[in-house]
């Protein structure tokens, strides 16, 4: 069978490239000297499965996108309150290069307009000089993508010798004493962390990473925390992708991040990463071909963020009273997915609801592939209930996803069903 992602993406791809509207970023000259009519789309889902289509290997610099995962590789190495002391998480409503800070602490507003960027570089090894920060970003961006990545010179050469605005919002945070470090140093740092090379494969697995809880489903890698990823997505939800973050929030729902240089990235939490690249912009900054396709992906493929199917009545697989080998009975109830608050609620609630429990209660958890804290917690407290209740409870549990111990007594954990009901604990 031909496979159908592949030719899906070929399709978006295909009637995307119609559009040849836009322009190029010709305020950065390597940029100007770009293809216009590149075009590549690509997707990975958390288990390592990378669908490419169109100009998905041409390298291009990864610019605006690095500072999602730079501001991330900060979080990781000097803490939450570290970060946000410097960088505020507010949505600015202004264009990326916007010389907008707050106006009591001097803070720029998010870490993905420039000026936040520029805080966030200085954040990464701070008693490290500019190479020593560099190393640490592109090697943080590695790990995202699965790949050693490297520096376009070119592209650095060409880009730090008309950043004055770069410049102009370093001095600004400087006075503000948001920079301890010589301004010019901060925005050739920047400059070169804007300047990595990337894919638009590269992208949709780094974008993958965080969909996988910030493990890399090409490596295995534990990059980032999943705390660190959830911050993360939260800001490019409202921040990351400009002055558009409201208009892309309610007609795409993907939370994104944009670069001048006509790469999009998005992620989809526990499913996927895609990534586009066409390197035509529209008045905000954003590939006009990309955000296309980014609108047909959300449309067709039912991905927009609060487009949600209510998960709590998939969670129960099956209900079923048996006769164990003892002779005795017992209700087994199989759960299944995904466990979150509204899952075990449906658990809890079932539970409630049953005035006959058997004697003995068994909980397979095998086709359980994650559980929440909250959700695990009222796991293991009804199990506690119904044993003080007077029954016995036995957690089929395979994985040991739950974390439960047995205690020997109404509390038992076994591997299988089987073993469950032989009563062979």
Not at 6 to 16: F, G, Q
Not at 43 to 51: E, I
Not at 171 to 186: H, Q
Request: charged share 20%; proline share 5%.
């Amino acid at each position: 069978m031909r496979p159908l992602i592949p030719d899906y993406l070929a399709d978006v791809l295909s009637s995307c490239a119609e559009d040849d509207s836009g322009a190029l970023a010709t305020y950065i000259p390597e940029l100007a000297r770009a293809d216009p009519n590149r075009f590549g789309v690509a997707l990975s889902t958390v288990d390592g499965a990378v669908y490419c289509t169109g100009d998905s290997d041409t390298e291009f610099t990864i610019q605006s996108i690095s500072k999602p995962f730079v501001y991330a590789l900060a979080l990781q190495d000097r803490g939450f309150d570290a970060v946000l002391d410097k960088i505020d998480v507010e949505p600015s409503g202004d264009p990326y290069n916007e010389l907008s800070l707050e106006g009591s602490t001097g803070r720029p507003l998010n870490p993905m307009i420039n000026a936040g960027a520029l805080a966030t570089h200085a954040l990464i090894e701070p008693d490290g000089d500019v190479q020593a920060r560099v190393e640490r970003i592109v090697s943080g961006l590695s790990a995202f993508a699965g790949r050693e990545l490297t520096i376009d010179e070119a592209a650095f050469e060409s880009e730090v010798g008309t950043a004055y605005r770069n410049r102009a919002l370093a001095n600004m945070l400087r006075s503000y004493d948001n920079l301890v470090f010589e301004p010019l140093d901060v925005v050739r740092g920047y400059t070169r962390q804007c300047s990595v090379l990337v894919t638009t494969r590269d992208l949709a697995v780094m974008a993958a990473t965080l969909a996988n809880g910030g493990v890399s489903p090409v490596t295995g890698e534990h990059v980032i925390s999943p705390r660190i990823v959830r911050q993360v997505l939260s800001v490019m939800t409202t921040c990351g992708m400009y002055d558009s973050a409201g208009d892309w929030l309610s007609t795409v729902g993907i939370p994104a991040k944009s670069g001048v240089s006509g790469g999009i990235l998005g992620v989809l939490p526990g499913q996927s990463g895609l990534a586009t690249f066409s390197p035509r912009l529209d008045g905000h900054g954003n590939s006009v071909r990309g955000v296309r396709a980014f609108e047909r992906f959300s449309d067709q493929m039912g991905l927009h963020l609060m487009e949600v199917a209510p998960p709590a009545r998939g969670v129960i697989r099956a209900e079923r009273e048996v006769r164990m080998a003892d002779g005795g009975l017992a209700d087994v109830f199989s759960l299944q997915g995904a466990i979150r608050f509204a899952g075990a609620e449906r658990v809890v609630r079932t539970l409630a609801e049953d005035t006959h429990l058997a004697p003995h209660v068994v909980f397979d958890v095998t086709y359980v592939f994650s559980v929440n804290r909250v959700a695990g917690a009222m796991l293991r407290e009804v199990a506690q209930r119904i044993i003080a209740d007077g029954h016995i409870v036995t957690i089929v549990d395979p994985e040991e996803i739950l974390s439960i111990t047995p205690d020997g007594g109404p509390l038992r954990l076994t591997r299988t069903v089987t073993e469950a009901l032989g009563n062979k604990v």
